[in-house]
């Protein structure tokens, strides 16, 4: 279990380095997981660690100088459009994904 907090401060650190290098660069970054599994890292059945993904919903972060909410109970379709909409690019109509701003 040490291993796993330890390589969670070294993503902890990298992702800041990151997030620093985006807001210097007056740059727009979206910080999300494909599926979580955070909230249970230890699996009750069988004592050991829990490597299977859960269906918890997981966090949307956004970096950057624009005010940004999103809605609740946004999917993985969803992040594209989105990152599109906050670029101010066109949405292609092949995408099925809503803009999940407020």
Same mark, same amino acid.
């Given at each position: 279990?040490? +291993?796993?907090?330890?390589t969670? !401060?070294? +993503?902890?650190?990298?992702? !800041?380095?990151?997030?620093?290098?985006?807001k210097?660069?007056? !740059?727009?970054?979206?910080?999300?997981a494909?599926?979580?599994?955070?909230?249970?890292m230890?699996?009750?059945?069988a !004592?050991?660690?829990?490597?299977?993904?859960?269906n918890?919903?997981?966090p949307?972060?956004?970096?950057?100088?624009?005010d940004?909410?999103f809605k609740?109970?946004?999917? +993985?379709?969803?992040?594209?459009?989105?990152m599109?909409?906050?670029?101010?690019?066109?949405?292609?109509?092949?995408?099925?994904?809503?803009?999940?701003?407020?």
């Amino acid at each position: 279990m040490l +291993l796993v907090y330890s390589t969670l !401060g070294l +993503l902890d650190e990298c992702l !800041g380095k990151v997030v620093e290098a985006i807001k210097e660069a007056d !740059g727009q970054l979206l910080i999300t997981a494909g599926h979580g599994n955070a909230e249970m890292m230890v699996n009750p059945e069988a !004592g050991g660690i829990h490597t299977a993904h859960t269906n918890l919903p997981v966090p949307l972060i956004y970096v950057g100088s624009k005010d940004v909410e999103f809605k609740e109970g946004g999917k +993985l379709s969803d992040l594209a459009p989105t990152m599109l909409f906050l670029s101010g690019i066109d949405i292609p109509a092949e995408m099925s994904g809503d803009v999940i701003v407020k």
